[in-house]
């Protein structure tokens, strides 16, 4: 090993240099815009290094990709722990390390304390930079680890924080601060990322927007407790890290044994589309992405909730079928005992006294409609109201002698106890061998509390999660074709760790298009359109009492994997045939939505709402402008389309929604005559990026489709 190499790892739009010269551990000095070919680079390591200065150590500390105490490191240390009570002070130095154009592996240890690191840094082809860690005990006695987390450094540009948070029925709210010297921590403690968790932590320039603003974000992909850390120091050092957050004594290694920290994973971008783009990009491109058309999906619960009835629901299978609904899922209340939502759960068999001829007589006549057919499931929650519970108390999540905190009046089944898992695998896998169904809804409608195991009391968040990824592998493995939705009290559990083995989140229990245009929104920065299920709701909201039209609601809901959760059974046929409309609209243009990138304007009216998705060729468009509340300006000001291609001309013209009835007390736009009188106007898509078109006048909680076509 040359231990003054410099390594330039390039991939994706993406350079990283990592100086491995630096005492202990490499260190990033560079991550952001490809710089193309550079050569030798030990001069820019050298005029990176931080120098000494009055009153500091003599060999100052260096920002490393685990930064220690031992090396002088005095912020956020990358690893904690103790072995035999006392505190570890490791010294890992690297002591083996190759490297390819986008990849760096290194071997660090430190035979005094027993540790050994064994990292990989690469740079996707999507150009996210990328950090996996595991940490091997090899020493004599057992090793608790605290905290094992993934850094990555931020420029000094960096003076602005973006994080989300929220609640059930509004996740993903956006949050600013500024950067200043000291620790912004985010942290889940729910057993899951959680409804108020932040998908990503973000730092960037003053005011950074999604079309411009340097910005640097992190995520992590894990499917339990978590953190998430943007970090100044007095020095000047400024990085974002994540890593698992770790309960007492859940990790502890016996010798031999490996803690393997959850991938994270952070993007660099000018602007939230580009830094949004690469993790969609890098979805895209997982083999177990759903590549097929993804069908248009009704859920029954805000149509039938607990009642259960066969003519009932094969009246609504078939209004479903002639507004061209594709997939039909049947939501909670199949299963025995489960009449509301205080018991059942855990005992999964078809309820004879709800279903006396079993699922079969539904599933064949939405089969016989040209529907695929799914089913409800929550496999990690019992009710103490269940017979599994009174056979098997020992399988809940429980401190000590008492059961936690009621959540739902249900509990958390230990998955970790291996005849748990085997239990609910067996049920699982026997409803789906018995049954032609091809997707699941897999809830999760609680946080998880004091969770430790029945009788020992050891945490055992860590191995509940790793039991649910071996459980949906098992799942995926039996039955190929499968597709399974993550929803966690809507949008409960949304990581990269769960997508990695399912098809979709749900993206939020609240389907009031006006509360979901910002959760969409920012849930959208880590996940693609495709995998977010955005469905259109009935005319008043189940969760706000808001009332809204068809078009608004349809509009709202049609970028994503499109469905419908709304009793649509008795229909008249005005709203039958604008309901068709509105799903063959989305079936023509979610070849180019479900593939396409995603952009959102930055507006100075913040009434003013344009979203889109560009085509990957950017030949074609389809943007919706939305009024969410009276604007300050009337008429309105222009509406700009990022993401086309300047050189290119394009056609601008209504595709949906409120311009074709307009009834908000106003004349039709020329450019809008224009194109409803077959002769739309052309414009460049520098104009149309830069300037734009008038925007409509519109009532407020309105939307207008907009479509863009490239001139041949």
């Known amino acids: 090993m040359d231990s003054s190499t410099v390594f330039h790892l390039t991939n994706g739009g993406t350079s990283v240099i990592i100086d491995a010269s630096s005492a202990g551990l490499p260190a990033i000095l560079y ?23 009055s009153g500091g150590l003599d060999t100052p500390a260096q920002l490393t990709l685990v930064p220690q105490e031992s090396f002088g490191w005095q912020g956020t240390p990358g690893l904690t722990g103790t072995r035999e009570g006392l505190a570890l002070f490791p010294r890992l130095t690297t002591t083996d390390m190759s490297s390819t154009g986008s990849e ?53 540009s960096a003076v602005e ?113 580009q830094l949004a783009q690469r993790f969609h990009q890098e979805q895209r491109t997982r083999p177990s992405h759903p590549h097929r058309a993804r069908p248009v999906t009704l859920n029954t619960w805000e149509a039938v909730y607990f009642d259960h009835d066969l003519s009932r629901l094969t009246r609504l299978a078939d209004q479903a079928a002639r507004v061209g609904i594709e997939r039909f899922v049947l939501d909670d209340g199949w299963f025995r005992g489960r009449r509301d939502d205080t018991a059942g759960l855990g005992d999964w068999f078809v309820d004879d006294g709800v279903w006396p001829d079993g699922l079969d007589p539904l599933i064949d006549h939405v089969r016989s409609l040209g529907m695929e057919f799914g089913l409800w499931f929550e496999p990690e929650m019992i009710n103490p ?49 018995a049954h032609d169904i091809a997707y699941i809804k897999w809830d999760h409608n609680r946080d998880l509390m004091e969770a430790a195991t029945a009788g020992s009391g050891g945490a055992a968040v860590h ?18 074709a499968l597709e399974i939705e993550s ?55 189940h969760s706000t009492h808001r009332a809204h039209s068809l078009p608004f609601r349809a509009a709202t809901a049609v970028f994503g994997h499109y469905g419908v959760e709304w009793d649509i059974a008795d229909l008249d046929e005005q709203d039958t045939a604008e309901l068709a409309s ?54 309105p000001g222009r509406i700009r389309f990022p993401g086309l291609d300047p ?29 409803l009188g077959g002769t739309p106007l052309v414009l460049s898509g520098r104009l149309l990026g830069s300037s734009g078109v008038q925007a409509p006048v519109l009532f407020p909680e309105q939307s207008v489709l907009i479509e863009v076509r490239q001139v041949p």
């Open 31 to 53: 991550w952001g815009e490809d710089l193309g070919e550079q050569g030798s680079l030990e001069d820019f390591a050298t005029a990176s290094r931080p120098q000494r200065v």
């Open 104 to 156: 760096l592996r290194f071997t660090a240890a430190d035979p005094g304390a027993g540790l050994r690191l064994n990292a990989i840094i690469s740079v996707t082809g999507a150009g996210l930079l990328r950090q996996r860690l595991h940490l091997t005990n090899e020493g004599p006695t057992p090793c608790e680890i605290g905290s094992l987390l993934a850094v990555f450094p931020v420029p000094s």
């Open 161 to 273: 924080i973006l994080d989300t948070t929220g609640r059930h029925l509004r996740e993903r709210s956006p949050q600013r601060h500024t950067l200043t010297t000291g620790t912004y921590r985010r942290e889940s403690r729910r057993g899951r990322p959680g409804l108020d968790a932040t998908l990503l932590l973000a730092a960037g320039e003053t005011a950074f927007g999604f079309e411009s603003g340097q910005v640097h974000a992190v995520h992590c992909a894990w499917s339990g407790n978590h953190q998430l850390l943007v970090e100044k120091t007095p020095t000047g050092a400024a990085f974002i890290a994540a890593g698992e957050l770790l309960l007492p004594r859940e990790i502890v290694l016996e010798p031999g044994e490996t803690y393997a920290a959850p991938d994270a994973l952070a993007s660099w971008a000018n602007g939230l589309n």
């Open 385 to 433: 109201d269940s017979d599994l519970a009174r056979e098997h108390p020992d399988w809940i999540l429980q401190a000590a002698g008492r059961l936690p905190p009621s959540a739902r009046q249900q509990q958390v089944l230990n998955l970790a106890i291996p005849e748990a898992w085997d239990y609910i695998l067996e049920r699982m896998d026997a409803i789906l061998a």
């Open 463 to 480: 191995r509940n999660v790793l039991a649910l990824y071996r459980l949906l592998d098992e799942l995926k493995r039996r039955h190929p």
């Open 487 to 541: 929803c966690a009290s809507g949008g409960g559990r949304v990581d990269l760790g769960i997508l990695a083995r399912t098809d979709r989140i749900w993206t939020s229990d609240c389907i009031d298009p006006l509360e979901r245009l910002v959760i969409q929104k920012y849930t959208g920065l880590l996940v693609a359109p495709e995998l977010m299920g955005m469905h259109i709701g009935g005319p008043v909201s």
């Open 582 to 635: 509105w799903i063959a609209l989305h079936q023509r243009w979610r070849g180019l939505l479900h593939t396409g990138q995603v952009v959102h304007a930055d507006l100075p009216d913040p009434a003013m709402d344009l979203r889109g998705i560009v085509g990957q060729d950017r030949t074609a468009a389809l943007f919706a402008y939305t009024l969410t509340g009276s604007s300050a300006s009337y008429p």
């Open 647 to 675: 050189t290119a001309r394009y056609t601008v013209a209504p595709a949906g929604g409120a311009l074709e009835h307009p009834d908000a007390g106003q004349s039709r736009l020329d450019w809008v005559e224009a194109a």
